[in-house]
């Protein structure tokens, strides 16, 4: 079995987001839609989870957001060169199955990561309504591995494309004419609890991909845990996906930033040692 987590392609897709295929027989040939993988890059690297967006021929992808220290550093990584650690695929698959009508949102890198979801629902003959929304519009990633869905809309926040304004307004004006049975909303955690907001409304089941702060990412450390009802879960093997409209956001969107000091300074350490961040 091929297991080299070679970089076998790198594409940069948009400032700042870059798409890697590695050679990994072991993640391609067992991922499903939703699940996801974590890297270690070099010998004293942190786990950076990443979601799985797609698999062909032993190689898997992932769509990577330069957000820090770690993340910046692996988009620095080109084809040819190795990711020393994978781990995966993690975490409970996305619940596909035939519900009827589907309405899919995806938001900045969240745009990539639910293409194999909507696959999946198209696979089992959904009709699938799909949301994406981005900054602008240089953001739409891969907007042509869309053509199968029914409607496509677009927002930007800037109005360059689509919609001008977020994705949980697009949600609601879609809402008050069309019955769903289900959606997803995946994409920054703003996001994620403003179209979650909407789904109660609604009274529509909404799941969505919590992007805890994850070290093993095996149920060991705790790290990733969240307060879904009153109940406490680890994102790492009980999600990532959970219904949005029993998140406690509140909890969620704290522990998200409980790092924010130390992660600035990684940063701004590693970005005078390496200099201006000139491949993203
Ligand atoms: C299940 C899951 C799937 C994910 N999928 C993707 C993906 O497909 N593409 C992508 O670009 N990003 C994804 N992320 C987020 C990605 O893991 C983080 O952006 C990355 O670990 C940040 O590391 P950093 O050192 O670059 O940034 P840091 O400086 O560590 O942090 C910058 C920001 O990222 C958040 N963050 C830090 N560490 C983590 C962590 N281990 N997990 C989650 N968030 C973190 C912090 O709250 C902070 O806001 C996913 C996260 C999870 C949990
Ligand atoms: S990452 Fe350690 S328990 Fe989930």
New binding site residues.
């Given amino acids: 079995m091929k297991t080299s987590n070679l970089i076998v392609e790198k594409k940069k897709l948009a400032y700042g987001i870059h798409m890697f295929w590695i050679e990994n027989e072991l993640v391609a040939n067992n991922a499903k839609a939703g699940q996801?993988v974590i890297f270690r890059i070099h010998e004293n690297g942190?786990?950076?989870?990443?979601?799985i967006?797609g698999v062909k021929d032993g190689t898997f992808r992932?769509?990577?957001?330069a957000?820090?220290?770690?993340?910046?550093e692996l988009c620095r990584f080109e084809k040819g060169d190795k990711i020393i650690d994978i781990v995966g695929p993690l975490?409970q698959p996305s619940e596909i199955k035939n519900y009827g009508n589907v309405l899919v949102i995806g938001g900045g890198?969240g745009i990539a990561?639910i293409i194999p979801i909507v696959k999946e629902l198209k696979n089992h003959r959904n009709r699938v309504d799909v949301i994406l929304a981005a900054r602008n519009k240089d953001y739409f990633v891969l907007e042509e591995e869309f053509k199968e869905v029914d409607n496509l809309y677009f927002v930007t926040n800037d109005g360059s494309r689509g919609m001008k304004g977020y994705a949980h307004e697009m949600m609601e004006k879609l809402l008050k004419k069309k019955k769903y049975d289900i959606s997803w909303a995946i994409g920054p955690s703003l996001m994620m609890k403003a179209c979650s907001e909407v789904a109660k409304k609604y009274d529509l089941k909404i799941w969505v991909?919590l992007?805890?702060?994850?070290v093993d990412g095996t149920g060991m450390c705790g790290g990733c845990r969240v307060r879904i009802s009153d109940e406490l879960k680890y994102?790492c093997v009980d999600g990532?996906e959970f219904d949005g409209r029993l998140v406690d956001w509140e909890s969620f969107n704290t522990r998200?930033?409980q790092y924010k000091e130390e992660?600035k300074l990684?940063?701004e350490k590693y970005l005078e040692k390496v200099g201006e961040p000139t491949w993203l």
């Fill in positions: 996801f942190e786990r950076i989870p990443l979601t967006a992932v769509i990577v957001k957000v820090g220290k770690s993340t910046y975490g890198v990561t991909s992007n805890a702060i994850m994102t990532p998200l930033i992660e990684a940063l």
